[in-house]
T-cell receptor
Framework: DTEVTQTPKHLVMGMTNKKSLKCEQH?????MYWYKQKAKKPPELMFV???????INESVPSRFSPECPNSSLLNLHLHALQPEDSALYLC???????????FGPGTRLTVT | EDKVVQSPLSLVVHEGDTVTLNCSYE??????LLWYKQEKKAPTFLFML????IEKKSGRLSSILDKKELFSILNITATQTGDSAVYLC????????????FGSGTQLTVLP
């Protein structure tokens, strides 16, 4: 199984809402990533988890809160977002220390 | 600061043409270079290159890395409309900052 799944596919939320994005992989990978991608731009790294521990936080605002409940799951909790946070949010996984990352289909987030 | 430059930014060709996409990079703790293809959603993995001068091939796609000159090229022969996508180059860094740094991508459009 070489698939990373993400839910929901689309999400529209107001600036006062709280929502969560979910990511799941069953490839036995112990590194998982959140990226943000704006239109016509490359993915930008937000967070990296290695062995379920947060190892990289690329100075992401606290309104984004990641969580890795187990080795297969990665969540991104959203609260009090701004319209400029509207983007495609991509999850990826890999072996720890390996460059080859497998991406999920993404969640298209719109903040109104 | 790590830097990845892809050229051209966009390219329009006709089916059957051959294209060469370029990627130059300057990253600390370079370990490997990856190419991804991104259509509407998730980037899909194409190649990972770790050694200079060794061409990797997959069907009509091939890629090579020059670690001395810090660049890589991706060739696509006999292009098809299904090759239309953004092609992303991403050097992978090891050490404490184990991550991919994506270039801005080349938008390839193949016309019938």
């Amino acid at each position: 199984d070489t698939e990373v799944t993400q839910t929901p596919k689309h999400l529209v939320m107001g600036m006062t809402n709280k929502k969560s994005l979910k990511c799941e992989q069953h490839m036995g990978h112990r590194a998982m990533y959140w990226y943000k991608q704006k239109a016509k731009k490359p993915p930008e790294l937000m967070f990296v988890y290695s062995y379920e521990k947060l190892s990289i936080n690329e100075s992401v605002p606290s309104r984004f809160s990641p969580e890795c409940p187990n080795s297969s799951l990665l969540n991104l909790h959203l609260h009090a977002l701004q319209p400029e946070d509207s983007a495609l949010y991509l999850c990826a996984s890999s072996q720890v220390g390996a460059g080859e990352q497998y991406f999920g289909p993404g969640t298209r987030l719109t903040v109104t | 600061e790590d830097k990845v430059v892809q050229s051209p930014l966009s390219l329009v060709v006709h089916e059957g043409d051959t294209v060469t996409l370029n990627c130059s990079y300057e990253v600390t703790n370079f370990r490997s270079l990856l190419w991804y293809k991104q259509e509407k959603k998730a980037p899909t993995f194409l190649f990972m290159l770790t050694s200079s001068g060794i061409e990797k091939k997959s069907g009509r796609l091939s890629s090579i890395l020059d670690k001395k000159e810090l660049f890589s090229i991706l060739n696509i022969t006999a292009t098809q409309t299904g090759d239309s996508a953004v092609y992303l180059c991403a050097p992978f860094s090891s050490g404490s900052a184990r991550q991919l740094t994506f270039g801005s991508g080349t938008q390839l459009t193949v016309l019938p």
